[in-house]
């Protein structure tokens, strides 16, 4: 870290703490050159996720889009509101400690059937409804036949 005052490249900390936030640390130094002090702050470096989409179009990922999604397919079933946040974290999470600077929006979607199957099955079904784009009864039948063979 150079010394905003005469450019020297060493320095010794003298005190750090967490911001406010918790979302950084600020650390006091002083310069081993000309003796001043000056202030430092050091956070985590956020890199943007892009999802890529079906149509190879690409956008920011967006935990809110997850979080809408499972919502809709946990209405009136006992899926908490932890329970879907929890799941959004965890995908979140995954992608993260992938280092992935980009996710097929495919691997999302089946993660996220992944979790619904074990907590309801109910909920599964419709988020694979509109996630796989079920066109006729039959697609629902062999996705509950699939539930079912797996389940005995």
Known sequence: MKCPFCGFEDSKVIDSRSTEDSMA???RREC????KRYTT???IEDI???VIKK???REYFD???IINGLIKACQKRPVSRLQIEDIASEIEKRISNDMLSEVN???IGEV???KLKKIDEVSYVRFASVYRQFTDINTFMDEISKLLTKKN
Do not use: A, F, T, V
């Open 25 to 27: 640390i600020r650390r």
């Open 32 to 35: 081993l050159e000309c003796n």
């Open 41 to 43: 702050y050091e956070k």
């Open 48 to 50: 943007p996720i892009l």
């Open 55 to 57: 149509d190879s179009s």
């Open 63 to 65: 935990k809110s889009k």
């Open 105 to 107: 929006s495919d691997y």
């Open 112 to 114: 996220i059937m992944e």
